[in-house]
């Protein structure tokens, strides 16, 4: 089975700190994603890799960088927490090499508040 | 773009009834469909999905059926638990597209 760890189930944090999500994988997938899931919208994608050091953009970028120095390791930054940001954020992985049709595993989810 | 349109919920059964989610979508091409089930303070797990036209995906008693003439991926379980109690996501994938749009999600509470 894949494995997807999230490294926080629940974080409260400060408005304007620097915020780390970590999420890490087990089964060498290329792709690695970070969604955002909010109440009556869904989940929506913040960015995502699909290869070591590569990044895209996804729908809801602003305000948020993402790191992929190691394939099984991707991190979300949030580089001044605002309150706007308090939120379920769920990573899940992909395998890339596939076709199209591969599904995504996902995390059990951070939940953070920002104060 | 692609969109998933999702029905809204909550959605409330009793135990043994008959579900139905209704799912359409908006995609360029011939996408691939998934539902995703999330349980209570876990992250998404894969329920089904359907590759091609016509395809019924199936697990755990749910099945959706790939209707590309109505663009439709609608869930359905004849006789409900209570342990189905969960958000369940409608999702798409595009083309040459990595990453899945989803629907807002439906929330199912089946009482005992």
């Known amino acids: 089975d894949v494995k997807v760890t999230q490294s926080s189930r629940y974080l409260v944090k400060r408005t304007g700190e620097k915020v780390f999500l970590e999420c890490v994988q087990d089964m060498d997938h290329e792709n690695m994603f970070w969604y955002r899931q909010d109440p009556g919208l869904g989940l929506r994608l913040i960015y995502f890799?699909?290869?070591?050091?590569?990044?895209e953009k996804g729908d809801i970028p602003e305000g948020y960088s993402v790191s992929r120095e190691k394939k099984e390791r991707f991190s979300l930054i949030l580089e001044s927490a605002s309150t706007n940001q308090t939120s379920m954020y769920l990573c899940?992985?992909?395998?890339?090499?596939?076709?199209?049709?591969?599904?995504?595993?996902f995390g059990d989810g951070t939940r953070l508040s920002i104060l | 773009g692609n969109s998933v349109t999702q029905m809204e919920g909550p959605v409330t059964l009793s135990e043994e009834a008959f579900l139905t989610i209704n799912c359409t979508y908006t995609a360029t091409g011939y996408p691939s469909l998934f539902w995703y089930v999330q349980y209570p303070g876990e992250g998404l797990q894969l329920l089904l999905k359907a590759t091609k036209a016509d395809d019924k995906g199936s697990n755990k008693g749910f099945e959706a059926t790939y209707r590309k003439e109505t663009t439709s991926f609608h869930l359905e379980k004849g006789s409900v638990q209570v342990s189905d109690s969960a958000v369940y996501f409608c999702?798409?994938?595009?083309?040459?597209?990595?990453?899945?749009?989803f629907g807002s999600g439906t929330q199912l509470t089946v009482l005992p």
């Open positions: 999702a798409l994938l595009s083309g040459s597209a990595r990453q899945l749009t």
């Open positions: 890799s699909y290869d070591v050091k590569m990044k």
């Open positions: 899940a992985t992909r395998r890339g090499d596939r076709g199209p049709n591969q599904p995504q595993h």
